[in-house]
């Protein structure tokens, strides 16, 4: 039976819920067919609860996406959580894509998204950050160098272990 209609009079759909120190979290979108708008989430300290008023997340089109999932990944040090959202390309429906982005508190009750283009999540931790900057690759050598011209430190194939200036394992 129907406990309760939260947000009454509000037009909202693509609910994802999830769970963090006690509180309930409801993320959803607007409903504009396959426009994007901006993402909005309410919160409560039992489900069928007294609900929040509805607060924005992300930017004006929830950075082109509407709310699909709430993935939490607890490990041992922290627990990250993540919006997924579904990036609809109307018309090419079959073309649409999917974000991930990860979901920030500033307090028990208030949460943010920010468009990161790029982070790191320990899967056993459950650490997030920003992955360290990729080394700028040394030059190529010449097609005629031999192995021992490269500067290296050391080097595996599916035979085994190779050694400056030696064969594979001899």
């Known amino acids: 039976s129907l406990v ?43 489900i069928a609860g007294s609900w929040s008023s ?3 997340f992300g930017n004006s089109t929830t950075y082109d996406s509407q709310p699909t999932y709430a993935l939490v990944i ?39 998204v920010d468009n990161v283009d790029t982070y790191t999540i320990d899967t056993v931790t459950g650490d997030i950050g920003t992955p360290a900057p990729t080394p700028t690759p040394s030059p190529l050598p010449p097609l005629d160098a031999y192995l021992s011209d490269v500067s290296w430190t050391y080097a595996t194939c599916g035979w085994g ?10």
Do not use: H
């Open 74 to 112: 607890e490990g041992t040090n922290s627990t990250t959580y993540l919006y997924q959202g579904d990036r609809w390309l109307d018309p090419a429906y079959v073309d649409s894509k999917y974000i991930w982005l990860p979901i920030a508190f500033s307090s028990d009750t208030s949460l943010y």
């Open 4 to 46: 309760q209609i939260i947000w009454a009079g509000q037009s909202r759909e693509a609910p994802a819920i999830f769970k963090r120190n006690g509180y309930y979290f409801i993320m959803s979108s607007g409903c504009t067919g396959w426009g994007p708008n901006q993402g909005k989430y309410g919160y409560a300290a039992a």
């Open 161 to 170: 272990t190779i050694q400056l200036d030696k064969s594979i394992d001899g």
């Open 54 to 56: 509805l607060y924005n």
